[in-house]
């Protein structure tokens, strides 16, 4: 035994408990409060923009690096991060995380310029990294069997909580105090869950560890880092423009050189030889598909919320509550994992984004000025999310050994980032071709639909504007809703492949 953190009493080392931990449900609810900070942490910033522009004198630009630099840096690093937790302790990892986020909280509350807070926000994105992987990869060391899978679907609903819970939350704090203490409040919350962790977590890691493996962390992490800066940024730069493409070309030339990389190294922190599973690949590349459409249709439904209907963003965000709750709620109560049992993890993420999809087109295409029809939608739409997240998410993990759980949480949380930011570019870029070419000529170029009101030169031509842009959200959602069955329909697809053909060998 030895003490592995310098925290806490000494712990054993082990890929896994040997019998269930009697505080493994406080400790799953220690690690889902982590995951939530860090996922608020990603929207809540939206409904600061007014009050930043105006106290911190911040341009569009500043204001873009404020909301991504967050993102992007906790993208980069999200498969070092996993590597990390399995070879230096998933428990260790996940204080250092908590640290980092908790620092990087306070340096952004008590920041006094632009430049000052985005630096904040990327440390922050370093410490959200560690815990997105970390949280994931503990909970799979301390819940095993059926248990496993219910863990995993709280998780994941904790996910979608905070996705949906950052905008209200955002505008909660602002109506009574500063703008800062939308990060100032995540000290508290990260000293809470640094007890807590020091209390209850066992630490694990990978048993056979290996020297770290400096090149692969630097050439994934430049790599990822480029790409998903040009997908964030070519809807606003242009796709063509050529800090975009260099971005892009060189973000992919950097991942096939860690590729060759990893395959020639005696201690990769990604083992290649991973993708010559076919249950794994079809999950990597469900993850892909479905964070692409869902992310990118609940992208647009925002937009729907704020533009047409007029509601402010903390309050679009209000209203989409429901969808987060009914998700946690089914998880919580052991539904979806009942049902992905019964129906298999392919057949939960096809009739998930089935769900998915039908509860989008409910909302774009059947027309009330009340919240009825957008409630039955976000329900259904939070039905279909409740099934198919935890089941992608078990895919994955469930298609690499358990020792390799940090290096799994962190594919998982780098494709659902790639395919979440290719969902919002290209299902984003599809409404503002539509909108470019329904708009009236007075307002071309005008680049969004605010600035296209502001050129408007009359209430007649506002409200062609308005209507185009009406219009195009259809087109969009619609759009998103394709993308979402398609690619629900081709992960479970792909899966189904993969079992049959497992079994066919006779693996499991």
């Known amino acids: 035994m030895s003490t592995t953190d310098g925290l806490a009493p000494a712990r054993p080392i082990a890929t896994a408990p040997a019998a269930p931990l009697r505080s493994r449900w406080l400790i799953l609810a220690v690690l889902c409060l982590a995951q939530l900070t860090v996922v608020l942490d990603n929207t809540v910033l939206t409904v600061a923009v007014p009050v930043l522009t105006t106290e911190l004198d911040a341009s569009t630009t500043d204001i873009q690096w404020m909301i991504n630099a967050y993102a992007l840096v906790q993208c980069g690093l999200l498969l070092t991060a996993g590597s990390a937790a399995d070879r230096y302790g998933r428990r260790r990892m996940l204080v250092a995380g908590l640290i980092l986020f908790g620092v990087g909280s306070l340096a952004a509350g008590l920041a006094r310029s632009g430049d000052q807070l985005i630096a904040a926000r990327a440390g922050m994105g370093v410490g959200g990294a560690l815990l997105v992987t970390a949280t994931l990869a503990v909970a799979m060391q301390v819940f095993d069997g059926a248990e496993r899978s219910r863990a995993i679907g709280i998780w994941a609903a904790t996910s979608a909580l905070g996705y949906a819970a950052g905008p209200p939350i955002g505008g909660i704090i602002l109506a009574h105090l500063p703008w800062g203490a939308i990060f100032l409040v995540n000290v508290p919350i990260v000293l809470v869950c640094?007890?807590?962790?020091?209390?209850?977590?066992?630490?694990?890691?990978?048993?056979?560890?290996?020297?770290?493996?400096?090149?692969?962390?630097?050439?994934?992490?430049?790599?990822?880092?480029?790409?998903?800066?040009?997908?964030?940024?070519?809807?606003?730069?242009?796709?063509?423009?050529?800090?975009?493409?260099?971005?892009?070309?060189?973000?992919?030339?950097?991942?096939?050189?860690?590729?060759?990389w990893e395959r020639r190294i005696a201690a990769p922190m990604l083992d290649m030889h991973f993708f010559t599973d076919r249950r794994f690949v079809g999950a990597v590349t469900g993850v892909v598909l479905i964070t692409f459409g869902s992310t990118g249709a609940l992208f647009l439904l925002t937009q729907h919320l704020q533009f047409v209907r007029g509601y402010p963003a903390w309050e679009a965000g209000l209203r989409m509550v429901p969808f987060a709750l009914s998700i946690v709620l089914l998880n919580l109560g052991g539904v979806a994992t009942r049902l992905i049992r019964r129906l298999g993890v392919p057949g939960a993420i096809a009739l998930g984004m089935v769900l998915l999809s039908a509860g989008l087109t409910l909302i774009t295409h059947v027309r009330s000025d009340g919240y009825g029809v957008l409630l039955t939608g976000l329900l259904v739409m939070g039905f279909g999310c409740a099934l198919a997240n935890p089941a992608i998410v078990e895919a994955v993990m469930g298609a690499i050994p358990p020792s390799k759980a940090g290096v799994g949480a962190g594919i998982d949380g780098t494709m659902a980032e790639v395919g979440g930011?290719?969902?919002?570019?290209?299902?984003g870029a599809v409404l503002n071709a539509r909108f470019a070419a329904l708009a009236p000529i007075a307002v071309a170029g005008a680049g969004s639909y605010p600035a296209a009101l502001a050129l408007a030169g009359g209430d007649t031509e506002r409200a062609r504007v308005t209507d185009a842009f009406e219009s195009a959200l259809v087109t969009g959602q619609t759009a998103g809703a394709v993308a979402v069955l398609?690619?629900?329909?081709?992960?479970?697809?792909?899966?189904?492949?993969?079992?049959?053909?497992?079994?066919?060998?006779?693996?499991?």
């Open 421 to 427: 930011s290719l969902g919002i570019a290209v299902l």
């Open 194 to 260: 640094l007890v807590a962790t020091r209390a209850l977590v066992p630490e694990s890691r990978d048993p056979v560890g290996g020297r770290p493996d400096v090149g692969g962390v630097l050439l994934s992490t430049a790599g990822l880092t480029g790409v998903v800066w040009a997908i964030i940024d070519g809807p606003e730069r242009g796709w063509t423009s050529p800090a975009v493409l260099g971005a892009a070309c060189v973000g992919v030339l950097l991942l096939a050189v860690f590729v060759g």
């Open 486 to 508: 398609a690619g629900g329909l081709l992960a479970a697809g792909l899966l189904r492949r993969a079992e049959r053909a497992g079994h066919g060998d006779g693996r499991r």
